[in-house]
């Protein structure tokens, strides 16, 4: 991966690969993809689950096939399916059964292997391989893997060689360690055997509950293979995401997050849901990236990418690096300098309505029935999270009057949050209104009036406030968009050089989802990097009327950037949407990326033919039990398959082991084993407890 994703959008050049009369890959749209949820021997569960997501818009849908019988009868649900019309391409997902992938695919149009368990049991052995040891390991795997290969060449089947972080084998894991590089090499390994026979109808895919995971193997692959001179299509999605909107934000934003790279020609949204509501999902998120040109950047759109003018923040896109950014007070917080990133919102009441304003506040601040304000919890796992700032617009001195009085009312009433003013439209009001406001908001434009720039920075140095530099672009092409950036940045900088003000956060004019916002920030980032202004960086965002729009286009813009290490505080700004959503969604977002733990991580699987008890209701039973424990990581498993890795990214398991029994784990040690699902709850919670790890609602 180089600079010029970071700045510019271009899809990944791959073949083209058929999955029956489905292409992926190549010139073709980005795909969506489903799994069934029934026993694959209900023939008729399995047959009509197909037809109910193909008449949804899912256009590949995946089986499992755990022994041969279920490989067998994938012959008569296909049968089936053909006599009803339906003609979706099926897949059979294979783990463990190599015997069962040569019989399922003699039916169905691609099959799935997992490379660390197709011949592999996981036992987690530690051990040390001498090259010819593993050598002699390597030709173990081909011997059983070679008849797949030339069945499916045969047969003119696709292949997915799918890595799952959570089922990587013993023998990856000893070499490369629990590591996305190990994620990557467990498939290549089986690329080079399928390419040894000239077989080639290969997609990949690199699945991990960790959205910082998933985006750092595929974007290792995706480099690796260019190393390699291989262009085979990869098939994207987050594993055990789990359900509602923290599935479907930790979905977006590893996903999200790759399609913005032009990484991706299929994907699944695994939900902890019934699987007909991964579609709309799902294709909701690739809507963007279809409706584009896959052609790379036209020449005369682009700035030399070479150029070291065009630093970018993180020089190794394989591995988490935050910014590094000098700290910015904000009376009750401090930005940058590797807090946590806050969490900002927009004051929409007018100034002169105080007490629809005062009641707007109070909401921000958690004083509201909102119940979406209680899913989400502070660090003490209790009080409701809140707004950490609250945004307003004075442009006039009646404004500035209007919000005197709002600020004294909101003390009296022990509503204690740092105001941020902005003062575009009135700038020579901001060493009045400085007095008033705990950071003062500037709308920057290429061409802006030095004067202006400097007595806004001379009104935060006499006040003692920050000032936040909003830089605004217009809608012209990226060379334009970079070009007006750095001007204003050029100009804002030298002024701030002269005052000796350094008490600044820069930000980007709001953009909704069609905009090139994650572009723009990487070239915010990398310009200010280059110039050695370790300023922290406010990322905005502009809502849209949906909320579900929104969450999904939030979760993948923003997500990238934090997943890159830039941010230290957002700013979803709506004018519609309740302060409840946007706070729900800020936060959970955050959670997603790993930058700031605010309440319990779930990682749940998706239902499937494999799963041993009713995954959402169980799913849905815990949570009501141990929502309340922050910053405590509890994995809930269907069955085997990747439970006991997915343990490794998860404080504590809850795994089917069989039908109505259930294996807990500690980390990724299986501590309980054959438990009754009827018991299965308590004993886990009294595990938690054992462990220091419960705390009292």
Not at 585 to 601: C, E, G, N, P
Request: proline share 4%; aromatic share 6%; hydrophobic share 40%.
């Amino acid at each position: 991966m180089t600079s010029s994703n970071y700045l510019f959008y271009s899809r990944r050049v791959t073949r083209p690969v058929m999955v029956g009369n489905v292409g992926i890959g190549g010139n073709n749209p980005i795909r969506v993809q489903s799994m069934t949820i029934a026993d694959t021997m209900d023939t008729r569960a399995t047959v009509r689950e197909v037809a109910e997501l193909a008449e949804a818009g899912c256009e590949i849908v995946r089986i499992t096939a755990p022994s041969l019988r279920e490989a067998e009868n994938l012959g008569r649900i296909k049968s089936e399916l053909i006599k009803l019309g339906v003609d979706v391409p099926l897949v059979a997902d294979i783990h463990f059964t190599p015997n069962a992938a040569l019989v399922a695919a003699e039916h169905v149009e691609k099959v799935r292997i997992n490379p660390g368990n197709y011949a592999d049991k996981k036992k987690f052995e530690q051990r040390d391989y001498t090259e010819n040891e593993y050598a002699a390991e390597l030709r173990r795997i081909e011997e059983k893997f070679r008849p797949l290969v030339l069945k499916c060449k045969t047969l003119k089947r696709a292949m997915r060689i799918g890595t799952n972080h959570g089922s990587l084998s013993d023998r990856i894991m000893n070499r490369f360690g629990d590591t996305a590089e190990g994620m990557v090499e467990s498939a290549l390994e089986f690329v080079h055997m399928c390419r040894k026979f000239d077989y080639h109808d290969i997609i990949l895919s690199m699945k991990s509950s960790n959205p910082l995971v998933a985006i750092q193997a595929y974007r290792l692959l995706a480099a690796r293979m260019d190393e390699l001179g291989m262009d085979y299509p990869f098939h994207l999605g987050v594993t055990e995401a789990g359900d509602g909107v923290e599935g479907r934000i930790k979905s977006a934003v590893g996903i999200g997050a790759l399609l913005e790279d032009g990484i991706g020609d299929t994907i699944r949204v695994s939900l902890t849901e019934d699987a007909v509501a991964e579609v709309p999902v799902a294709h909701k998120l690739v809507e963007k990236y279809n409706s584009r040109i896959a052609v790379r950047r036209a020449a005369d759109d682009c700035i030399a990418v070479d150029s070291p003018d065009l630093s970018v923040v993180n020089p190794n896109p394989f591995e988490y690096r935050r910014r590094e950014t000098i700290p910015v007070n904000q009376v009750y917080y401090t930005l940058g300098a590797g807090n946590l990133p806050r969490v900002e919102l927009t004051l929409n009441s007018p100034l002169h309505s105080k007490k629809s304003a005062l009641a707007e506040i109070g909401k921000m601040l958690g004083r509201s029935p909102d119940n979406l304000l209680s899913l989400v919890k502070q660090s003490n796992g209790t009080k409701p999270a809140t707004a950490e700032t609250v945004h307003l617009t004075v442009k006039s001195q009646d404004d500035l009057n209007a919000l005197t009085a709002l600020r004294h009312s909101a003390a009296t009433q022990k509503m204690y949050i740092p105001f941020a003013v902005d003062v575009s439209s009135a700038p020579e009001l901001a060493e009045r209104v400085a007095r008033f406001a705990d950071r003062l908001v500037f709308s920057c434009t290429a061409g802006c009036e030095r004067t202006t720039l400097t007595n806004m920075a001379r009104a935060g140095l006499i006040c003692g406030k920050p000032v936040e530099w909003k830089i605004v672009t217009g809608n012209d092409g990226s060379r334009m968009r970079f070009c007006q950036i750095d001007d204003a940045l050029n100009t804002i900088l030298e002024v701030c050089a002269e005052l000796d003000f350094w008490d600044c956060i820069f930000s980007l004019g709001s953009r909704d989802c069609s905009s090139a916002l994650v572009h723009d920030y990487h070239f915010l980032a990398g310009r200010l990097d280059a110039r050695q202004a370790t300023l922290p960086i406010l990322l905005r965002f502009k809502a849209s009327e949906q909320y579900e729009a929104t969450l999904l286009q939030a979760s993948s813009q923003l997500g990238v950037l934090l997943c890159d290490g830039i941010g230290d505080s957002i700013h979803i700004d709506s004018d519609s949407l309740p302060p409840g959503q946007l706070l729900d969604l800020s936060y959970t977002l955050l959670q997603a990326t790993r930058m700031r733990i605010t309440k319990t991580d779930y990682i749940s699987c998706p239902s499937c033919g494999r799963t041993l008890f009713d995954l959402q209701t169980t799913t849905e039973r815990i949570k009501s039990k141990t929502n309340h424990l922050t910053g405590v990581k509890i994995a809930i498993m269907g069955c085997i398959v990747n439970g006991p890795g997915e343990m490794a990214d998860a404080d504590f398991g809850y795994v089917g082991a069989g039908p109505g029994v259930v294996d807990l784990f500690v980390g990724k040690e299986r501590v309980e084993r054959n438990i009754a699902e009827s018991e299965a709850d308590e004993r886990l919670i009294r595990l938690i407890k054992q462990n220091g790890r419960w705390v009292e609602q």
